[in-house]
Every structure is written in structure tokens, then in C-alpha cells.
């Protein structure tokens, strides 16, 4: 265990908590290890909504070329900001026991009154269409940036609440006293997860991050991001997908909208994780494509330019 594995990351308190995550797991194991951080166009770029600056994996697009480059040995990501086709040359080699996937609605106050009108904040289109298909009668404006900068622009503004990921918000710790649950909410395709990646060749690093993998993680976010792969949706689409294991089963659910959330296709499935084959998710995706989601699908992209 000579060689130091030189931990990539993005500079944001959440990214910062997932890496030094990682990094302590790594080193409760014995290897050595230390922490590169670094910005991200994601990070850098706030005045525009994400789908519009045309890029994927704005978030993860850095620590690639940084890992291509030899400067880092692996990188941490939220996996839901990863793209779902790896640069060539870079592998997942691990994914960590996933916390919660719910989305949650951050609100100033106690209750809120959504049957009147409300303007509702969220940089995600899966989340801005999933909340107007509900609540057609609301308005929905943009937000971006790290997590602490999205709360500090509810507070600044008068809005009545912001969608944020349950899972982030705990993480390092500053979920807001006024806090709703969204358990109608269908989450992006590996919320709550996160991901190790590293060099296809470094077979060290390979070895020491697959030590930190959980299994059920890895088969349940795998059959979401294959449906999501399969849907041709990319990170930005306003597609949510949530695989769980429950006793011997996994349960799944996923579903595609249209960006002014009218439109919903909607898929649930229940299979045997012994009865779990690696085409699943891309099979589930080729339904919904069949009940319309490929002309949906085509109106959107036709529509994001």
C-alpha cells in the first residue's frame, strides 16, 4: 500500500464532505491518500439555467481531464452529475451506500398553502416539471449553485419555497428547520448516491475504491441510469427514476415529462433480484419510448435547442 491515492473533487463544502468521505473510508483500510480540489465550469457559471450552457457532466467534466491528465488518481461525484457514458479511459469503481434519495421542498415557513399561487425555486428541469404537473397553477423560476448558495438565495428572495436533494442538505448538515417531504416526487436516476471513478489501467486504485462499493446500490442506480441512458435524457431532461430493494425484490419506478410538466409517461415494475439481468433498465426505458416517450422525448430536445 505504498503508492498515495490522490482524491479529485470539486471546491464546494458538499463536494468537499463526499471526498473527505471517501478519503477516510480509504484510510480506515490503510492506503494513503490525499484531497486535489478543484472548480468546476458548474460551480463557476451561475447566471444560466444548466441545460442552456449545452455541456455534459458540467460537474464532473473537470476532475475527467484532470484524471486524463495524471493529476488525480480518482474522483468522487454526486452520481446524478454524472453523465451516463464514462470519458474513455475512465471506469466506475464504486458506488457507496446510498442515504436517502427524497426531494424536499425548503420553506420559510411552517405551512405553506399550495391550492393559491406560489413561485416555487429549482435549477432542475425534472423537478420544475414534476412540480407543475401537480401544481399547474404555480410559478417556477431558476436557481443554481452549490447548496448553501440555493439557501441563501431563498432567503433573499420572495419566494415560496426551493426544491433541494434531501440527502445533500444532511449531509453536511444544514437542513433548514421548514422542511417538506416530496414523496411524489420521482427522483433523478441515482440521487443520494455516490460514485468512485478512476483510470481504466491504475489497478491500484481500482482494487482499494472496490473494496467501498455496496452492492444494492450499485444494481438499483445502475438499472436508473440505464433507463435514463436509454431515454437518450442526459442530465438535464426532466426524467426521474427510483430503483429500492425490498426484502428479495427491487421496486421501480420512473417516469418522463414534458417541460411544462402537462405530459406524464409513467413506468412500475417489480422483479426478483435474482431475476435481475443488465438490460432491465434500457428494456423498462424501450416501453416508455414505445408509449410515446421518443416523440416526447424529440419535442424536448427540439424545444432546448
Known sequence: MSKTIR?????????????????KQLEDLGYKTTLEAVKSTGDLVLDKPLYEMGITGIFTKTLDVAMLNGSIDIAVHSMKDVPTALPN????????????????????KKEVDFSKPCTI???????????????????????????????????????????????????????????????????????????????????????ATQKLN????????????DFLRTMEGGCTAPIG????????????????????????????????????????GSTWADEVRARGGKELMDAIKSSMG
Open 241 to 280: 427514476a427510483f430503483a429500492e430493494v425490498v426484502s428479495n425484490a427491487i421496486d421501480f419506478k420512473a417516469g418522463l415529462f414534458s417541460l411544462d410538466g402537462q405530459e406524464k409517461i409513467e413506468v412500475l415494475k417489480a422483479v426478483k433480484l435474482e431475476d435481475i439481468e443488465e438490460a432491465l
Open 121 to 207: 425555486a429549482t435549477g432542475s428541469l425534472r423537478r420544475k416539471a414534476q412540480w407543475l404537473h401537480r401544481y399547474p397553477h404555480h410559478t417556477v423560476v431558476n436557481l443554481r449553485g452549490n447548496v448553501n448558495t440555493r439557501l441563501q438565495k431563498l432567503e433573499d428572495n420572495d419566494w415560496d419555497g426551493a426544491i433541494f436533494a434531501k440527502a445533500g442538505l444532511e449531509r453536511i448538515d444544514i437542513l433548514p428547520e421548514h422542511t417538506i417531504a416530496l414523496d411524489w416526487m420521482i427522483p433523478a436516476p441515482a440521487q443520494g448516491a455516490m460514485v468512485i471513478v478512476a483510470l481504466e489501467n491504475d489497478t491500484f486504485s481500482i482494487a
Open 89 to 108: 479511459g475512465i471506469v466506475q469503481t464504486a458506488v457507496l451506500k446510498r442515504a436517502s434519495a427524497t426531494d424536499i421542498l425548503v420553506t420559510k
Open 7 to 23: 482524491i479529485g473533487t470539486r471546491d464546494s463544502q458538499l463536494a468537499l464532505w463526499q471526498a473527505t468521505t471517501v478519503q
Open 214 to 225: 455496496h452492492t444494492h446500490t450499485e444494481i438499483t442506480t445502475r438499472l436508473e441510469r
